[in-house]
Structures are given as structure tokens and as C-alpha cells.
Nanobody, 121 residues
Framework: QVQLVESGGGLVQAGGSLRLSCAAS????????MGWFRQAPGEERDVVAD????????YYADSVKGRFTISRDNANNTVYLQMNSLKPDDTAVYYC??????????????WGQGTQVTVAS
């Protein structure tokens, strides 16, 4: 079992930056692909970015390309989402997710509890 704990959310002005962190438990973190998802009120939970086990392969949703960066620190069981040039449309609950595979595929196997990101215009 893997437990994921997000932190770093909050309120920021449009154009600002936030860095989300996700601390993972378990010895197999370095073998798992990781992802960040977000869900706005009344909308589905969608993938924002994901990263393979080594950090050498990443994916970004078109809406965040060039503004967000996903990274991981396998030595410290942590995955990050650096969010720059934030827009009001980025307002959502952001979830960390883990896949029991080396590359993200299908639905994640584990979820964090979520952290709220609010971007004020």
C-alpha cells in the first residue's frame, strides 16, 4: 500500500507561481510512475502531468504545457509540480497519483487526498 500526501496548495494571484509536493510512503516509489490530476467543481478529474519511474519521460496536458513542470526525487520519495504563470482556470483541487507501473497507463492505483489551488484574477 502506498500513501500519498500533497502539500503546497493555496491562494495565488493570476500570473503567480506555486509548487506542489507529494510525499509518498513505501519502498517501491522509485519503480512507480507518478502523476498530478486536478478537478474543478462540477468537472471531471483530469490528468495534468505525469512522469515515469526514472523521471526521464514526462507528459503534460495541452492546457499546462510550457507553464507547469513535473519532477521527482526518488531518494526522498517525493514528486513535485512547479506551476508558473497561473491562470484562474487553473483553480481546482490537485491530486497526486501513483501507478504500479514504470510508465503511466490507465487509471492510477493510488491517490492522495488532494490540495486546493485557487488562482485569483
Amino acid at each position: 500500500q502506498v500513501q500519498l500526501v500533497e502539500s503546497g496548495g493555496g491562494l495565488v494571484q493570476a500570473g503567480g507561481s506555486l509548487r506542489l509536493s507529494c510525499a509518498a510512503s513505501g519502498r517501491r516509489f522509485s519503480t512507480y510512475a507518478m502523476g498530478w490530476f486536478r478537478q474543478a467543481p462540477g468537472e471531471e478529474r483530469d490528468v495534468v502531468a505525469d512522469i515515469n519511474w526514472s523521471g526521464g519521460n514526462t507528459y503534460y496536458a495541452d492546457s499546462v504545457k510550457g507553464r507547469f513542470t513535473i519532477s521527482r526525487d526518488n531518494a526522498n520519495n517525493t514528486v513535485y509540480l512547479q506551476m508558473n504563470s497561473l491562470k484562474p482556470d487553473d483553480t481546482a483541487v490537485y491530486y497526486c497519483a501513483a501507478y504500479r507501473t514504470q510508465f503511466a497507463h490507465g487509471r492510477p492505483d493510488y491517490w492522495g487526498q488532494g490540495t486546493q489551488v485557487t488562482v485569483a484574477s
